[in-house]
T-cell receptor, first 114, second 107 residues
Framework: NAGVTQTPKFQVLKTGQSMTLQCAQDMNHEYMSWYRQDPGMGLRLIHYSVGAGITDQGEVPNGYNVSRSTTEDFPLRLLSAAPSQTSVYFC?????????????FGSGTQLSVL | RKEVEQDPGPFNVPEGATVAFNCTYSNSASQSFFWYRQDCRKEPKLLMSVYSSGNEDGRFTAQLNRASQYISLLIRDSKLSDSATYLCVVSHNDMRFGAGTRLTVKP
């Protein structure tokens, strides 16, 4: 029972590079989301999706894109990485469509942008 | 002002102690409340939901005060394994996390 799977676990980028963080869940959850966690800031919502084909912005969406072509997958794209995007990224899913119930998190991606 | 505020700690307590964490939130329309636990370098995991009437799960008790817009978590008879960061989470249109309170339980 895999739950929420994130890849990669670690990534180093140079400023201006692009990359995609992968997130997949096998629980048939409609709601999926991406958070970033910075020291002293707590987790901040980047983007979320309430179902395939539907995405919306969270608290800190600038510099990130998402898509939801299937229920299982919710990739996060950094278009042109900046040092301010150095952070730990978590993908999460929830059985409730609103995401207002229990969140299941992936194990996180530590991203450094030089 | 942050939407969800917590005392960052750290709280250092001996085994067997009782410790309480508070959390305040700014959006009076918030509907759902939770405590999550996060171990070092790990993902957050749900500890317990917080209900209006207060609720208990073993050694853990959560309380909600809507009038004052704060949530509390009480841990009784602390164990070494309780050492972690405790995240307060408040939901309105989406889930908003506090920065967390770090707890270390010492022998």
């Amino acid at each position: 029972n895999a739950g929420v799977t994130q890849t990669p676990k670690f990534q180093v980028l140079k400023t201006g590079q692009s990359m995609t963080l992968q997130c997949a869940q096998d629980m048939n959850h409609e709601y999926m989301s991406w958070y970033r966690q910075d020291p002293g800031m707590g987790l901040r919502l980047i983007h979320y999706s309430v179902g395939a084909g539907i995405t919306d912005q969270g608290e800190v969406p600038n510099g990130y894109n998402v898509s939801r072509s299937t229920t299982e997958d919710f990739p996060l794209r950094l278009l042109s990485a900046a040092p301010s995007q150095t952070s730990v990224y978590f993908c999460a899913s929830s059985a409730a469509g609103t995401g207002k119930e229990k969140l299941f998190f992936g194990s996180g991606t530590q991203l450094s942008v030089l | 002002r942050k939407e969800v505020e917590q005392d960052p700690g750290p709280f250092n307590v001996p085994e067997g102690a009782t410790v309480a964490f508070n959390c305040t939130y700014s959006n009076s329309a918030s509907q759902s409340f939770f405590w999550y636990r996060q171990d070092c370098r790990k993902e957050p995991k749900l500890l317990m939901s917080v209900y209006s009437s207060g609720n208990e799960d073993g050694r853990f008790t959560a309380q909600l005060n809507r009038a004052s817009q704060y949530i509390s978590l009480l841990i009784r008879d602390s164990k070494l394994s309780d050492s972690a960061t405790y995240l307060c989470v408040v939901s309105h249109n989406d889930m908003r996390f506090g920065a967390g309170t770090r707890l270390t339980v010492k022998p």
